[in-house]
């Protein structure tokens, strides 16, 4: 979850100074804005509505938490921003929904990066979405391997805690139990011990 989190910081090309909206607040999402904070990002949105899992991305870094969906959510990530929009978002979901708010509040020239897995076929990408506002739509699996050697150091040394998204200790009989609690929202990431 962390290294997928941290992909979409990468490909969304955060730095320094860069004002990032995360979209989600899943374990994900929450890597997400972990992620962003360590690549030095300046300011972080995060859209989510579950306090428990915004006060964990206030600890992780969030700046800023904005519960409202949709047009309401898009109006006050913009209404944060000035009007401008944040120069970065990371797409942690996956729904159409989701994606929409992401170039709704990505600001111009501003690059999309989407990690949640697609549960749609087909999105807007022409002129008003994407293409007039000259976004950059990137994202997809992350290489996980590929990051593991500059990231782990930083949990095994205790810099980062991306483990305490798991809310949660179930035995392997507990399985389609603690499957179901996390489709349920009552628990974010459900860690199995044998």
Do not use: W
Request: aromatic residues 6%.
């Amino acid at each position: 979850m962390f290294l997928t989190g941290h992909h979409a910081a990468v490909k969304a090309g955060v730095g320094p100074r860069t004002a990032v909206t995360v979209i989600g607040d899943g374990a994900v999402g929450l890597s997400a804005v972990l992620a962003a904070r360590r690549l030095g990002a300046e300011r972080i949105i995060l859209m989510g509505r579950h306090q428990a899992r915004t006060d964990l991305g206030r600890e992780f870094g969030a700046t800023d938490v904005v519960a409202e969906r949709g047009p309401e959510g898009v109006a006050k990530v913009r209404e944060l921003t000035g009007g401008d929009g944040t120069h970065t978002v990371l797409e942690c979901v996956g729904y159409l929904n989701a994606y929409e708010m992401a170039y709704g509040v990505v600001r111009a020239g501003g690059v999309i990066s989407r990690v949640g897995v697609p549960q749609y076929e087909e999105a807007p990408i022409g002129f008003a979405s994407l293409f007039g506002g000259n976004i950059t739509l990137t994202g997809g699996p992350a290489p996980v391997r590929a990051y593991i050697e500059e990231l782990l150091p930083d949990v095994l040394e205790g810099r980062i805690e991306p483990g305490r998204v798991f809310d949660r200790t179930i035995g392997i009989e507990d399985v389609p139990d603690g499957y179901r609690a996390m489709n349920d929202r009552t628990a974010l990431k459900v860690l199995i011990q044998p």
